[in-house]
């Protein structure tokens, strides 16, 4: 089967650094995906890996160790808007094509 | 289109009736997924499209559910017999659709489905 574990909920500061944590194991692996979800919208796309390292983006980065099923998101100089859900996904190749298949999400509330 | 688009937005029915939902995706996407996210979970794969036909359907959760794709384009996502634990978002989403490519998605922003 395949299981991807995140942190249900996080909470932190205007202005702080958070990390989000996501451990897999999954029955193949062609990349990773982070995705942002404010509440009521559609997933936005935030990043991608395939090798292992740090991928960064402006105020986002993200980590992946394939050897550990392990990776993080790194947001830096949070914002009120940061508040969102983000969701952790394993890409798989199945049928000639990838499919993605999403942790359960972390819900970050980032207060004043 | 400019971006994933579904209908309705929100649609409540009563126990025992079937629905239909419907994802328009992203003009020349190929790939064409639908997802389902229950309160407070993730999103749970159901199907994708590959032009019209259908390579993984393996999380479609009974034969209650059912889904087509015509002209490579738009998709319908039918539920028969609604039962209330079919009451979640159902998210369509698409990609370029090259085959073996790793490609992200574009999601819509769903259909809230209320069964009572």
């Known amino acids: 089967g395949q299981n991807i574990d995140q942190p249900t909920e996080m909470t932190a500061t205007e202005g702080a650094i958070v990390q989000i944590n996501c451990t897999y194991q999954?029955?193949?692996?062609?990349?990773l995906f982070w995705y942002q979800q404010h509440a009521g919208e559609a997933p936005t796309f935030l990043s991608y890996n395939v090798l292992d390292g740090l991928e960064e983006k402006g105020r986002f980065s993200s980590f992946l160790s394939r050897s550990k099923g392990y990776s993080y998101l790194l947001l830096k100089e949070l914002q009120m808007k940061d508040s969102a859900s983000y969701l952790c996904a394993v890409s798989l190749f199945s049928g000639g094509y990838n499919k993605l298949i999403f942790g359960a999400g972390t819900r970050l509330a980032v207060h004043p | 289109g400019a971006g994933v688009s579904q209908s309705p937005s929100n649609k409540v029915t009563e126990k025992g009736k079937d629905v239909e939902l419907r994802c328009d995706p992203i003009?020349?996407?190929?790939?064409l997924y639908w997802y389902r996210q229950s309160l407070g979970q993730g999103l749970e794969f159901l199907i994708y499209f590959q032009g019209n036909s259908a390579p993984d359907k393996s999380g479609l959760p009974s034969d209650r559910f059912s889904a087509e794709r015509t002209g490579g384009s738009v998709s319908t996502l039918t539920i028969q017999r609604t039962q209330q634990e079919d009451s979640a978002v159902y998210l369509c989403?698409?990609?370029?659709?090259?085959?073996?490519?790793?490609?992200?998605?574009?999601f819509g922003s769903g259909t809230q489905l209320s069964v009572l």
């Open positions: 989403a698409s990609s370029l659709g090259n085959r073996g490519r790793v490609e992200k998605l574009f």
């Open positions: 003009s020349g996407h190929t790939a």
């Open positions: 999954t029955s193949g692996f062609n990349g």
